[in-house]
């Protein structure tokens, strides 16, 4: 734990481990928003060609892909003005820190493992 910076973060994460995070959600959300333009595009190109004869399934899974890649956008551009204001890495539920691990894996985490559990029982 050497390194470690306790508060300014929420989450005792190390200054290099934040830059790293950093760069993780801004890939995500160059990813996303490339995501979105394809879908969009494809979808238009289908309608061009088709002529809004397209499958209605077909239209659904592009409706849901779309849907999906909105939310994590805004969920990684959500984690991205956290880390802007500081307050970074704490659950938003409990306030304790978020794991490091967990952050690693999910750097747009919201909730400690603990709460997310609670929150998904809860569906």
């Known amino acids: 734990m050497k390194n470690q910076v306790i508060g300014v973060d929420g989450a005792g994460l190390s200054p290099a481990d934040l830059a790293a995070l950093r760069e993780s959600l801004q890939e995500q959300r160059l990813f996303r928003r490339e995501q979105l333009q394809q879908i969009g ?7 061009d060609r088709i002529r809004g004869r397209q499958a209605p399934a077909q239209i659904e899974v592009h409706i849901k892909l779309a849907a999906s890649a909105r939310m994590v956008l805004a969920d990684v551009e959500a984690a991205l003005e956290r880390m802007d204001r500081g307050q970074y890495g704490r659950c938003h539920l409990c306030t304790q820190p978020i794991a490091p691990d967990r952050l690693r894996i999910v750097p747009q985490a919201r909730y400690c493992a603990r709460c997310q559990q609670v929150k998904e029982a809860g569906r």
């Open 41 to 47: 595009a494809a979808a238009q190109t289908r309608t």
